[in-house]
């Protein structure tokens, strides 16, 4: 299959997909303050994205979305590793957060979509897959690790809006 064959054959909404995620992407390295609101966006995307893969997907089954709620859980780990050595700064009555310029959610967007690209590539040209697929798995895989990345993230910015007085818990 031809290059221009591949790039035709995909769905236009892959292509907006890629263009509102990128520009995302860009703006995040500019830096900047957002409302908590905005921050949200990236994140769910990516796990409206990756759940929609393992409840619709043609070989979609258990294994699948244990590979996605495992790679979550590390995701969100890195995430909220990532998130508190970032220097964010809140203000907490405007519920914003400021972030300092990073190349970090560009990547990640970049990487992660050219990896479920191929994936999905992978899918839809070879044979019918089982559910235990590797192509499957690590299509969950990839895309719970991503997720959570961006969860872990927003969750660091959520708890950074909490009220001063709230539970050090509940705090970064």
């Not at 192509?135 to 990839?142: C, G, R, T």
């Amino acid at each position: 299959m031809s290059f221009a064959a591949i790039l035709s054959g995909t769905p236009v909404y892959v292509w907006v997909l890629l263009a509102v995620l990128v520009s995302r992407g860009l703006k995040a390295m500019k830096g900047g303050t957002a409302p908590l609101s905005t921050l949200a966006i990236v994140p769910a995307v990516f796990a409206g994205w990756g759940l929609l893969h393992i409840v619709t997907g043609p070989a979609a089954g258990v294994e699948s979305a244990l590979m996605w709620f495992v790679g979550g859980l590390l995701g969100i780990g890195v995430g909220v590793v990532q998130a508190k050595t970032s220097g964010l700064s809140v203000d907490r009555a405007a519920r914003t957060v400021t972030l300092p310029g990073s190349i970090v959610p560009l990547a990640l967007i970049l990487v992660t979509f050219a990896s479920k690209f191929w994936i999905g590539f992978e899918l839809a040209t070879s044979g019918p897959v089982g559910i235990d697929s590797t192509f499957v798995v690590l299509n969950a895989l990839v895309s719970g690790v991503v997720a959570g990345i961006f969860a872990g993230r927003f969750l660091i910015y959520w708890m950074a809006l909490r009220p001063a007085d709230a539970p050090a818990l509940e705090r970064v």
